[in-house]
């Protein structure tokens, strides 16, 4: 299974990305689908997950109400949409795909089985 994250950048305070992650390898359906970043000196956090079928979606409270992850199974790719970036969203992003992901993992590490390479997120003050 391969992960390749993409749709990073340097982008001003206020404005918007949207992070893109395509899986390959298996059948994407399968896979609960997640996003999480490390800033600089900090240990990498959960960001944002989604469920299988895509109905239900987690947040980190830092980027709850500005950021929404999606998926399109038709693709093998899922998406995080990023607005009303602040300078301390400033982080490398990781996608990350679980198989056997359960409600108690689903935010965190422990509950997926593959990782994406990264992209850098920038936002500039």
């Known amino acids: 299974v391969q992960l390749q994250a993409s749709g990073g950048g340097l982008v001003q305070a206020g404005g918007s990305l949207r992070l893109s992650c395509a899986v390959s390898?298996?059948?994407?359906?399968?896979?609960?689908m997640a996003w999480f970043r490390q800033a600089p000196g900090e240990e990498r956090m959960f960001v944002s997950s989604?469920?299988?079928?895509?109905?239900?979606?987690f947040y980190a409270d830092s980027v709850k109400g500005r950021f929404t992850i999606s998926r399109e199974n038709a693709k093998n790719t899922v998406y995080l949409q990023m607005d009303s970036l602040k300078p301390e969203d400033t982080a490398v992003y990781y996608c990350?795909?679980?198989?056997?992901?359960?409600?108690?993992?689903?935010?965190?590490?422990?509950?997926?089985?593959?990782w994406g390479q990264g992209t850098l997120v920038t936002v500039s003050s």
């Open positions: 390898g298996r059948p994407f359906k399968i896979y609960a």
């Open positions: 989604i469920n299988r079928s895509g109905g239900s979606t």
């Open positions: 990350a795909a679980g198989q056997r992901t359960i409600v108690s993992t689903i935010r965190r590490e422990i509950g997926y089985d593959y």
